[in-house]
């Protein structure tokens, strides 16, 4: 395999092939009102960040990445080196516009950049959100946006304000660019399977990467290149990934919130302390108003059964979905299975962004990202504390899991709390 196929293949998404024309935008032809390059700033630059760009390229001939941000020189050069194999043409970053640091991300916000990518740690994300919206630039916002709820109402706070200033927010949440989701969602807010009463969502799989320490590296170093294992950078596996399942169960109901939440969850495989302070499997009910239930499964444990689906139940009718299998479909008065185009989703929300940018069209998933991500810490939070919390509760809490940006050292040694214990452990 030669070094450019193996780069398209350890971005997770296929970035080659035909571009898709973004739904928001057929049959609604407006005259382009940004019709110049549009500058593009990485911030964030592993393996998804490098995907992301590359996404973003492709999504528009007329961008050109001019900025690239990290705290380690190691990742910038592997993503910079990875960009110019795929589209060199495109990517226009001297070394002047390499920035390393914890105050990295100002150097590209204080740039001439139009648009930028937001793909760091999630810890990092609602603050580096805020100084974007604040900078006046359109935003890719990976997800989840937050790891605690005093995280999630500064997200929510400056979407409000990117929506007064006319820029674009686009999230991370890659189902809601995905046609054939779109296709059912749609027919299940048309009524199609009647009224929503049930939403299950299930999503168990094995384990992931680890970088062994290195005699050279602080603690804090360590932390942060194993960041999916502790709690405070990534808001545990339940916010970081699980959140894709948990935003399919806002989607079904309109973006209604929950009442409260009740969880149960712990480490039963993943108990070495090499992997942090996180918890490998959780289950969870979200009670929302009218009766309708929400009941989401996930695990991470090696050598387990993996599926990854969802049913929505509703008084006429089921809709199910089966990610592996590529099944959309829906039983009951209104059967139907999807069967039109597909797209590659990774791609399509750069296109939409683009497209919204260049004809003046805000897009602003702001409001959406944050309540999606909420969904996922409330669940963290009711499966720690092992209590059922309520909605307002939990948007009420003023507890942060990690140190102010200002904070940031390599020789911070930021402590990490013990592997929470249900009925002993405090969240609010």
């Known amino acids: 395999m030669n070094q450019r196929r193996s780069f398209l293949k350890s971005t997770g998404t296929a970035i080659v092939g035909t571009a898709v024309l973004p739904m928001a935008f057929i049959n609604h032809p407006v005259k382009a009102t940004f019709d110049r390059v549009l500058k593009v700033g990485l911030i964030g630059c592993g393996g998804r960040g ?42 226009k970053v001297d070394k002047a516009h390499q920035f390393i640091g914890f105050d990295a991300y100002r150097k590209v916000l204080d740039s001439d950049v139009d648009v930028v990518i937001l793909t760091t740690p999630p810890a990092f994300r609602p ?54 989701k779109r296709a059912l969602f749609e027919k299940i807010s048309k009524g199609e399977i009647g009224e929503v009463r049930s939403i299950l969502t299930v999503r168990n799989g ?28 990534s808001g545990d596996y339940i916010v970081e990934m699980m959140v894709h399942s948990l935003d399919l169960m806002s ?70 979905i089966d990610i592996g299998r590529q099944i959309h479909a829906i039983s009951g008065s209104n059967t139907w299975n999807y069967e039109g185009e597909k797209n590659n989703p990774y791609e399509t929300q750069h296109e939409e962004l683009f497209t919204a940018i260049r004809k003046g069209q805000p897009i602003n998933e702001g409001e959406l990202m944050a309540n999606s991500t909420m969904l996922a810490i409330i669940g963290r939070m009711a499966a720690y504390s092992g209590q059922t919390i309520s909605w307002q509760d939990a948007m009420s809490s003023n507890l942060t899991l990690g140190p102010k940006m ?3 050292d390599w020789d911070l040694v930021w402590p990490v709390t013990p592997v929470a214990v249900p009925g002993v452990s405090k969240v609010l």
Request: charged share 25%; net charge negative.
């Open 251 to 320: 989607w079904a109901l309109d973006g209604q919130l929950p009442v409260r939440v009740t969880a149960t969850g712990g480490r039963q495989a993943r108990t070495e302390s090499k992997w942090g302070n996180i918890y490998d499997h959780f289950a969870i009910e979200y009670e929302y108003p009218n009766g309708v239930k929400g009941v989401h499964f996930s695990r991470q444990q090696q050598g387990s059964s993996n599926t990854n689906r969802a049913e929505i139940i509703g008084r006429e009718g089921d809709a199910f």
């Open 50 to 91: 490098t995907g992301a760009a590359a996404q973003a390229l492709k999504a528009d001939p007329d961008a050109v990445l001019t900025c690239m941000a990290d705290i380690f020189p190691d990742y910038l050069k592997e993503s910079y080196d990875n960009l110019m194999m795929f589209n060199p043409n495109q990517v």
């Open 127 to 180: 603050h580096h959100f805020v100084e974007a919206v604040a900078a006046g630039k359109h935003v890719f916002c990976e997800k989840p946006v937050a790891v605690d709820a005093p995280g999630v109402r500064a997200v929510l706070e400056a979407a409000k304000k990117a929506k007064e200033k006319g820029l674009s927010v686009v999230s991370g949440f890659t189902y809601r660019y995905d046609f054939p």
């Open 406 to 408: 200002e904070d940031y």
């Open 206 to 233: 094995g384990g992931l990467w680890y970088k062994e320490r290195k005699p050279n590296w602080t603690e804090m170093e360590y932390q942060l290149r194993n960041w999916y294992y502790y709690d405070w950078l």
